[in-house]
Protein backbone atom coordinates (compact mmCIF):
# COMPACT_ATOMS: atom_id res chain seq x y z
CA UNK A 1 0.00 0.00 0.00
CA UNK A 2 1.78 2.59 -1.32
CA UNK A 3 -0.26 5.40 -1.06
CA UNK A 4 -0.65 4.73 2.82
CA UNK A 5 3.04 4.68 3.21
CA UNK A 6 3.02 7.75 1.88
CA UNK A 7 -0.12 9.55 3.80
CA UNK A 8 2.06 8.02 7.17
CA UNK A 9 5.24 10.08 6.00
CA UNK A 10 2.82 13.39 5.68
CA UNK A 11 1.40 12.05 9.16
CA UNK A 12 4.56 13.14 10.77
CA UNK A 13 5.22 16.20 8.89
CA UNK A 14 1.90 17.46 9.30
CA UNK A 15 0.62 17.87 12.78
CA UNK A 16 -1.57 20.81 11.66
CA UNK A 17 -2.45 23.82 13.82
CA UNK A 18 -3.84 26.85 13.11
CA UNK A 19 -2.05 28.22 16.00
CA UNK A 20 1.57 27.06 15.03
CA UNK A 21 3.88 29.23 13.17
CA UNK A 22 4.37 26.79 10.36
CA UNK A 23 1.61 27.62 7.45
CA UNK A 24 0.03 24.97 5.70
CA UNK A 25 1.71 26.29 2.46
CA UNK A 26 3.18 28.30 0.09
CA UNK A 27 4.03 29.37 -2.94
CA UNK A 28 6.95 31.25 -4.42
CA UNK A 29 7.36 32.50 -7.99
CA UNK A 30 9.80 34.57 -9.92
CA UNK A 31 13.05 36.23 -8.48
CA UNK A 32 12.99 39.64 -7.86
CA UNK A 33 15.49 43.14 -7.30
CA UNK A 34 16.72 44.85 -4.82
CA UNK A 35 14.42 47.77 -4.88
CA UNK A 36 11.19 45.59 -4.66
CA UNK A 37 12.88 43.23 -2.18
CA UNK A 38 12.89 46.91 -0.09
CA UNK A 39 9.70 47.18 -1.17
CA UNK A 40 8.10 44.06 -0.15
CA UNK A 41 9.36 44.87 3.25
CA UNK A 42 7.56 47.88 3.41
CA UNK A 43 4.62 46.93 1.72
CA UNK A 44 4.47 43.87 4.55
CA UNK A 45 4.84 46.26 7.59
CA UNK A 46 1.32 48.15 6.32
CA UNK A 47 -0.16 44.37 5.66
CA UNK A 48 1.23 43.86 9.87
CA UNK A 49 0.07 46.82 11.02
CA UNK A 50 -3.20 47.48 9.28
CA UNK A 51 -4.74 43.93 8.68
CA UNK A 52 -6.00 43.36 12.42
CA UNK A 53 -8.71 46.44 12.78
CA UNK A 54 -11.14 45.00 9.45
CA UNK A 55 -9.54 42.17 8.89
CA UNK A 56 -8.71 42.71 5.65
CA UNK A 57 -6.29 45.00 3.62
CA UNK A 58 -5.21 45.17 -0.43
CA UNK A 59 -2.75 47.78 -0.89
CA UNK A 60 0.62 48.57 -2.48
CA UNK A 61 3.44 50.00 -2.06
CA UNK A 62 6.37 52.07 -4.48
CA UNK A 63 6.13 53.29 -7.85
CA UNK A 64 5.98 51.20 -11.33
CA UNK A 65 8.30 49.36 -12.07
CA UNK A 66 8.85 48.91 -7.98
CA UNK A 67 5.52 48.72 -7.34
CA UNK A 68 4.19 45.72 -5.14
CA UNK A 69 0.83 44.98 -4.19
CA UNK A 70 0.04 43.21 -1.25
CA UNK A 71 -3.53 41.68 0.37
CA UNK A 72 -3.70 40.15 3.43
CA UNK A 73 -6.91 38.61 4.96
CA UNK A 74 -8.20 36.65 8.02
CA UNK A 75 -11.01 34.61 8.55
CA UNK A 76 -14.22 36.11 8.78
CA UNK A 77 -14.77 33.85 12.35
CA UNK A 78 -11.42 35.22 14.04
CA UNK A 79 -10.68 38.14 16.24
CA UNK A 80 -8.16 40.03 15.76
CA UNK A 81 -5.75 39.27 18.59
CA UNK A 82 -5.80 36.35 16.55
CA UNK A 83 -5.94 37.54 13.39
CA UNK A 84 -2.96 39.89 14.26
CA UNK A 85 -0.43 37.13 15.40
CA UNK A 86 -1.59 34.96 12.08
CA UNK A 87 -0.43 37.83 10.19
CA UNK A 88 2.98 38.56 12.44
CA UNK A 89 3.75 34.90 11.59
CA UNK A 90 2.51 35.03 8.01
CA UNK A 91 5.04 37.60 7.06
CA UNK A 92 7.96 36.61 8.89
CA UNK A 93 6.90 33.09 7.05
CA UNK A 94 6.90 34.14 3.48
CA UNK A 95 10.22 36.34 3.48
CA UNK A 96 12.06 33.31 4.86
CA UNK A 97 10.50 30.56 2.79
CA UNK A 98 10.17 32.92 -0.53
CA UNK A 99 13.41 34.93 0.05
CA UNK A 100 14.04 36.50 -3.52
CA UNK A 101 10.73 36.39 -5.05
CA UNK A 102 8.39 38.82 -6.27
CA UNK A 103 5.28 36.95 -6.34
CA UNK A 104 4.43 34.94 -3.18
CA UNK A 105 1.58 33.90 -0.78
CA UNK A 106 1.01 31.82 2.25
CA UNK A 107 -1.81 29.98 3.64
CA UNK A 108 -2.92 29.71 7.50
CA UNK A 109 -5.95 28.02 8.23
CA UNK A 110 -6.92 31.45 10.46
CA UNK A 111 -5.07 33.94 7.57
CA UNK A 112 -3.51 34.04 4.18
CA UNK A 113 -1.41 36.63 2.55
CA UNK A 114 -0.15 37.38 -0.85
CA UNK A 115 2.27 40.11 -2.82
CA UNK A 116 2.89 40.15 -6.17
CA UNK A 117 4.72 42.75 -8.56
CA UNK A 118 1.41 42.43 -10.54
CA UNK A 119 -1.91 44.04 -9.49
CA UNK A 120 -3.87 41.00 -9.04
CA UNK A 121 -6.71 42.97 -6.58
CA UNK A 122 -10.05 41.69 -7.65
CA UNK A 123 -8.89 38.91 -9.99
CA UNK A 124 -10.19 35.03 -9.09
CA UNK A 125 -7.08 32.88 -8.32
CA UNK A 126 -7.87 29.34 -8.72
CA UNK A 127 -4.38 28.26 -9.28
CA UNK A 128 -1.81 26.57 -6.79
CA UNK A 129 -4.10 25.34 -4.52
CA UNK A 130 -3.36 23.18 -1.52
CA UNK A 131 -5.47 20.31 -0.04
CA UNK A 132 -5.86 19.04 3.38
CA UNK A 133 -7.82 16.03 3.59
CA UNK A 134 -8.48 13.53 6.75
CA UNK A 135 -7.03 9.84 6.45
CA UNK A 136 -10.50 8.33 8.38
CA UNK A 137 -13.67 8.15 5.67
CA UNK A 138 -17.04 8.55 6.90
CA UNK A 139 -19.23 5.16 7.53
CA UNK A 140 -22.33 6.19 6.03
CA UNK A 141 -21.44 8.09 2.82
CA UNK A 142 -24.83 8.46 1.29
CA UNK A 143 -26.23 10.47 4.17
CA UNK A 144 -23.21 12.37 5.40
CA UNK A 145 -22.83 13.14 1.24
CA UNK A 146 -26.48 14.65 1.19
CA UNK A 147 -25.80 16.26 4.84
CA UNK A 148 -22.58 18.22 3.07
CA UNK A 149 -24.13 19.22 -0.11
CA UNK A 150 -27.16 20.57 2.13
CA UNK A 151 -24.83 22.48 4.35
CA UNK A 152 -22.59 23.77 1.20
CA UNK A 153 -25.59 24.92 -0.68
CA UNK A 154 -26.51 26.86 2.62
CA UNK A 155 -22.81 28.43 3.36
CA UNK A 156 -21.89 29.05 0.17
CA UNK A 157 -25.60 31.30 -0.54
CA UNK A 158 -24.51 33.12 2.93
CA UNK A 159 -20.99 33.98 2.06
CA UNK A 160 -22.38 35.79 -1.53
CA UNK A 161 -24.62 38.20 0.97
CA UNK A 162 -22.97 41.61 0.96
CA UNK A 163 -22.75 41.79 4.93
CA UNK A 164 -20.99 38.67 4.79
CA UNK A 165 -18.14 39.76 3.47
CA UNK A 166 -17.35 36.81 1.71
CA UNK A 167 -17.67 34.19 4.78
CA UNK A 168 -20.37 31.22 5.46
CA UNK A 169 -19.85 29.02 7.96
CA UNK A 170 -23.28 26.85 9.70
CA UNK A 171 -23.16 23.34 11.06
CA UNK A 172 -25.70 20.22 11.52
CA UNK A 173 -26.38 17.20 13.07
CA UNK A 174 -25.78 13.76 11.33
CA UNK A 175 -26.69 11.93 14.66
CA UNK A 176 -26.89 12.44 18.61
CA UNK A 177 -23.44 12.51 18.72
CA UNK A 178 -21.96 13.91 15.43
CA UNK A 179 -22.22 17.45 13.93
CA UNK A 180 -20.33 18.34 10.63
CA UNK A 181 -19.09 21.46 10.78
CA UNK A 182 -18.34 23.79 7.42
CA UNK A 183 -17.21 26.79 6.60
CA UNK A 184 -16.16 28.68 3.10
CA UNK A 185 -14.47 32.14 3.01
CA UNK A 186 -13.37 34.08 0.05
CA UNK A 187 -10.57 37.12 -0.28
CA UNK A 188 -12.87 40.17 0.19
CA UNK A 189 -11.64 42.12 -3.20
CA UNK A 190 -13.89 39.50 -4.98
CA UNK A 191 -16.74 40.74 -6.35
CA UNK A 192 -19.24 38.07 -5.25
CA UNK A 193 -20.20 36.96 -8.26
CA UNK A 194 -16.41 35.40 -8.72
CA UNK A 195 -16.50 34.66 -4.95
CA UNK A 196 -19.68 31.84 -5.71
CA UNK A 197 -17.35 30.90 -8.39
CA UNK A 198 -14.58 29.96 -6.06
CA UNK A 199 -16.08 28.15 -4.12
CA UNK A 200 -17.74 26.45 -5.94
CA UNK A 201 -14.65 25.09 -7.97
CA UNK A 202 -12.96 24.86 -4.51
CA UNK A 203 -15.80 22.62 -3.20
CA UNK A 204 -15.48 20.85 -6.26
CA UNK A 205 -12.51 19.29 -5.54
CA UNK A 206 -14.43 17.22 -2.73
CA UNK A 207 -15.40 14.41 -4.69
CA UNK A 208 -12.31 14.04 -6.48
CA UNK A 209 -10.05 14.66 -3.81
CA UNK A 210 -11.93 13.56 -0.69
CA UNK A 211 -14.53 11.83 -1.27
CA UNK A 212 -16.45 9.88 1.66
CA UNK A 213 -13.75 11.67 3.84
CA UNK A 214 -14.42 12.70 7.82
CA UNK A 215 -12.53 15.97 7.08
CA UNK A 216 -11.11 18.08 4.10
CA UNK A 217 -10.05 21.50 3.24
CA UNK A 218 -9.03 23.68 0.05
CA UNK A 219 -6.89 26.61 -0.23
CA UNK A 220 -6.98 28.96 -2.93
CA UNK A 221 -5.87 32.43 -3.60
CA UNK A 222 -9.41 33.39 -3.46
CA UNK A 223 -11.13 31.43 -1.59
CA UNK A 224 -10.98 28.47 1.65
CA UNK A 225 -13.16 25.91 2.26
CA UNK A 226 -13.65 23.26 4.67
CA UNK A 227 -15.74 20.89 6.58
CA UNK A 228 -14.84 18.79 9.40
CA UNK A 229 -16.82 16.39 12.33
CA UNK A 230 -15.70 19.02 14.90
CA UNK A 231 -16.13 22.28 15.36
CA UNK A 232 -13.10 24.42 14.44
CA UNK A 233 -14.28 27.89 13.66
CA UNK A 234 -15.05 30.35 16.32
CA UNK A 235 -16.84 30.48 18.73
CA UNK A 236 -15.62 27.28 19.28
CA UNK A 237 -17.13 25.23 21.67
CA UNK A 238 -14.40 23.38 22.70
CA UNK A 239 -11.02 22.99 21.87
CA UNK A 240 -10.68 20.02 19.95
CA UNK A 241 -7.37 18.08 20.63
CA UNK A 242 -4.98 18.37 18.07
CA UNK A 243 -5.70 15.67 15.31
CA UNK A 244 -2.95 13.95 13.68
CA UNK A 245 -5.37 12.13 11.06
CA UNK A 246 -5.05 15.48 8.67
CA UNK A 247 -2.84 14.74 5.68
CA UNK A 248 -2.06 16.72 2.46
CA UNK A 249 -3.48 14.85 -0.05
CA UNK A 250 -2.56 16.83 -3.06
CA UNK A 251 -1.32 20.37 -4.22
CA UNK A 252 -3.84 21.37 -7.14
CA UNK A 253 -2.25 22.52 -10.09
C1 LIG B 1 -5.49 47.25 -8.79
O1 LIG B 1 -6.60 46.76 -9.52
C2 LIG B 1 -7.85 47.05 -8.94
C3 LIG B 1 -8.92 46.30 -9.73
O2 LIG B 1 -8.77 46.51 -11.10
C4 LIG B 1 -8.08 48.55 -8.91
O3 LIG B 1 -9.32 48.85 -8.31
C5 LIG B 1 -6.95 49.18 -8.10
O4 LIG B 1 -7.09 50.58 -8.11
C6 LIG B 1 -5.60 48.78 -8.65
N1 LIG B 1 -4.58 49.25 -7.71
C7 LIG B 1 -3.61 50.09 -8.09
C8 LIG B 1 -2.71 50.56 -6.98
O5 LIG B 1 -3.44 50.43 -9.23
C1 LIG C 1 -8.06 15.30 24.79
O1 LIG C 1 -6.88 14.93 25.46
C2 LIG C 1 -7.02 14.82 26.88
C3 LIG C 1 -5.65 14.57 27.50
O2 LIG C 1 -4.80 13.86 26.64
C4 LIG C 1 -8.02 13.71 27.19
O3 LIG C 1 -8.17 13.57 28.59
C5 LIG C 1 -9.36 14.08 26.56
O4 LIG C 1 -10.30 13.04 26.77
C6 LIG C 1 -9.20 14.33 25.06
N1 LIG C 1 -10.44 14.86 24.53
C7 LIG C 1 -10.99 14.42 23.41
C8 LIG C 1 -12.24 15.11 22.98
O5 LIG C 1 -10.52 13.51 22.75
Request: with cysteine; glycine share 6%.
Amino acid sequence: MTLNYKILLFLALCICNAESADPLGQFCNTGSGSQISANIDRLLAELVSKTPSYGFIATSYGRNPYQVFGLAQCRGDVSSTDCSSCIQDAAKQIRQRCPNQADARIWYDYCFLRYSTKNFTGEIDTYNGILYGNVETVTDPDTFNKELETLFDQIRAQAVETRNEGLGKGKTKLSTFVTLYALVQCTRDLALVDCAQCLAIAAGNFEKFCKDRKGCRVLYSSCYVRYELYPFFFPLIFKPNRTLADTVMAILP
